[in-house]
């Protein structure tokens, strides 16, 4: 059974990082393409980032460049996203899925997900 496990996530002040993982389970993930999303109460699910199974290609929302890292370890079967200079607005429930095909931040392209990891970012 495909499984993806998020952890890392917790309470951070402005200006502080966590790093998010995203373990797979029952498959490999060196095939796939991983994104991370967020969900905000009250707002729409909006795609973070996302790197191709090789690692060679990422992408990141507007709001995060510069601030946000993905990074895969192939060996650990595990997707990380390094975040950093938090803010406020950063606050969410954080999603990793998994595709074969690499969709971007198109979360309509992506048919694994995990249960989430809140962020919550205040002072």
């Known amino acids: 059974q495909l499984q993806l496990v998020e952890s890392g996530g917790g309470l951070v002040q402005p200006g502080g990082s966590l790093r998010l993982s995203c373990a797979a389970s029952?498959?490999?993930?060196?095939?796939?393409?991983i994104a991370w999303f967020r969900q905000a109460p009250g707002k729409a699910r909006e795609g973070v980032s996302c790197i191709s199974g090789s690692g060679r290609s990422t992408n990141y929302a507007d709001s995060v460049k510069g601030r946000f890292t993905i990074s895969r370890d192939n060996a650990k079967n595990t997707v990380y996203l390094q975040m950093n200079s938090l803010k406020p607005e950063d606050t969410a429930v954080y999603y990793c899925?998994?595709?074969?095909?690499?969709?971007?931040?198109?979360?309509?392209?992506?048919?694994?997900w995990g249960q989430g990891t809140q962020v919550t970012v205040s002072s």
């Open positions: 029952g498959f490999t993930l060196d095939y796939y393409a």
């Open positions: 899925a998994a595709s074969l095909t690499y969709s971007g931040l198109n979360y309509q392209g992506y048919n694994n």
